[in-house]
């Protein structure tokens, strides 16, 4: 599994803002000396969202949820550098942002288990030749099973058929997660009170139909 491919910071973004988020004290990158562990990750009702994107779904979970905690995990700066503004305008403190990437942050979470991992649209590399690039693999699923137990929720979604077939096929091959065949697609959706992301918007605009999977440990 590759550790990251691609731009991390947004063309044209202003330095100040970017030198502003990563002095924020919900900000987690490398060079800062955090304890995540005696911080959030301490927390029983802790959250990952991997590839947050514009914050969606992760700024309306942590503002119901004040009792949990919540980790976003997405290399691209640009979503981190919207979403800091809301957390400050609206003063929320259950949320914490990395720009690490998922194998980068893991050194700092293995052994942890989340109550809840959403993995919303991740990049589907539609090329071939690009299919090595992809978050989910069976690398990945090894290190997914080092972070949740029966009591997980993964929730994965995607827009790319091909994809969606990989990732029922890896999670099948891998044996430690069970699908859900009572909770999928929109019903999901609405129970987990998942926001529109800009991708969601993006493959219903193209006429895209979305798949919304549910994966448990299995016992």
């Not at 990563?22 to 005696?38: A, E």
């Not at 129970?191 to 919304?212: I, P, Q, V």
Request: hydrophobic share 35%; net charge positive.
């Amino acid at each position: 599994m590759i550790n990251f491919y691609g731009r991390k910071v947004p063309r044209g973004a202003d330095k100040k803002e970017i030198k502003k988020l990563f002095n924020s004290t919900f900000f987690f990158h490398k060079d800062r000396k955090i304890d995540l562990r005696r911080g959030f990750l301490s927390c029983s009702k802790l959250n990952l969202e991997m590839g947050f994107g514009s914050g969606e779904t992760l700024i309306h979970s942590a503002q119901k949820k004040s009792e949990e905690f919540f980790i976003g995990c997405d290399p691209y700066l640009k979503g981190s550098l919207l979403l800091s503004k809301k957390i400050e305008a609206m003063n929320i403190k259950n949320i914490i942002l990395t720009n690490l990437s998922f194998l980068e942050l893991f050194d700092y979470i293995k052994n942890t288990c989340f109550k809840k991992i959403l993995i919303l649209f991740p990049d589907p590399w539609p090329k071939k030749r690009h299919f090595k690039r992809r978050l989910i693999n069976k690398n990945f699923l090894t290190l997914l099973n080092q972070i949740s137990d029966q009591e997980t929720d993964i929730i994965v979604s995607t827009d790319n058929t091909d994809y969606q077939n990989k990732i029922l096929y890896l999670f099948n091959l891998d044996k430690n997660f069970l699908l859900s065949s009572e909770l999928f697609g929109k019903k999901l959706f609405n129970y987990f009170e998942l926001r529109e992301t800009k991708y969601y918007k993006k493959a219903k605009k193209n006429r895209n139909k979305s798949y919304f999977f549910l994966f448990k440990k299995r016992n």
